[in-house]
């Protein structure tokens, strides 16, 4: 398996802009994360999906952001108007639903917003 | 509210054991500790996790007390490439994902 796949792995956009990342879990998952990471703050769980619902979301830092999981092999993290305070490294990880503590995370999307 | 607490560094020399010890009021009763390690420009890694007392692999030990309330990763003889972020992460009563903040290990030739 290729593992955890995130797109795009860099984005560069202005302020006001909408964002979307992308991210694959991996096959046979039923549990997926969406983190942010920050020098300032280190690593927050925005949302968690199991089996394409969303579990808790209480992570998410306000309006702004939304998360979708369409199918069980496809995810979408969206700001919408991004701002620089946005700027991070967004990683997406999956897990089996049973072991969720044993999480697989993908390569990350570094998002600066100017 | 849970609370995982972690020392913000740690430095060791190469061959040495390494402990890192992190506090975890309030967590579930029933979840593991896990413990994962990250590089620069990468996503945290699985290393170990655990329920109580010890748990071994091919890379690391954990140990965790009958309360519970706290866990200690021990990496045995380290080398220069153990350098990294190291965090641990728990699940608490209400079954939120708990992480530390992290533990930066620098290991020294």
């Known amino acids: 398996d290729a593992g955890v796949i995130q797109s795009p792995r860099h984005e560069v956009t202005e302020m006001g802009q909408e964002v979307t990342l992308r991210c694959k879990p991996i096959?046979?998952?039923?549990?997926l994360f969406w983190y942010r990471q920050t020098m300032m703050r280190g690593l927050e769980l925005l949302i968690y999906?199991?089996?394409?619902?969303?579990?808790?979301d209480s992570g998410m830092p306000e309006d702004r952001f939304s998360a979708k999981m369409p199918n069980a092999s496809f995810s979408t993290l969206k700001i919408q108007p991004s701002e620089p305070r946005d700027s991070a490294v967004y990683f997406c990880?999956?897990?089996?639903?049973?072991?969720?503590?044993?999480?697989?995370f993908g390569p990350g999307t570094r998002l600066t917003v100017l | 509210l849970a609370k995982t607490t972690q020392p913000i560094s740690m430095d060791s020399y190469e061959g040495q054991e390494v402990n890192i010890t992190c506090s975890h009021n309030?967590?579930?009763?029933?979840?593991?500790i896990t413990w994962y390690q990250q590089f620069p420009s990468q996503g945290p890694r699985f290393i170990i996790q655990?329920?109580?007392?010890?748990v071994t692999n091919e890379v690391a030990s954990l140990f965790i007390p009958a309360d519970r309330k706290s866990s200690t990763l021990s990496l045995p003889r380290v080398s220069l490439s153990d350098t990294a972020v190291y965090y641990c992460l728990a699940g608490d009563s209400n079954y939120q994902l708990i992480w530390g903040a992290g533990t930066k290990l620098i290991i020294k030739p």
């Open positions: 990880a999956s897990s089996l639903a049973a072991d969720y503590n044993e999480q697989f």
């Open positions: 096959s046979g998952h039923n549990s």
């Open positions: 999906f199991n089996n394409n619902v969303p579990i808790d």
């Open positions: 309030n967590i579930a009763t029933n979840d593991y």
């Open positions: 655990g329920y109580k007392t010890k």
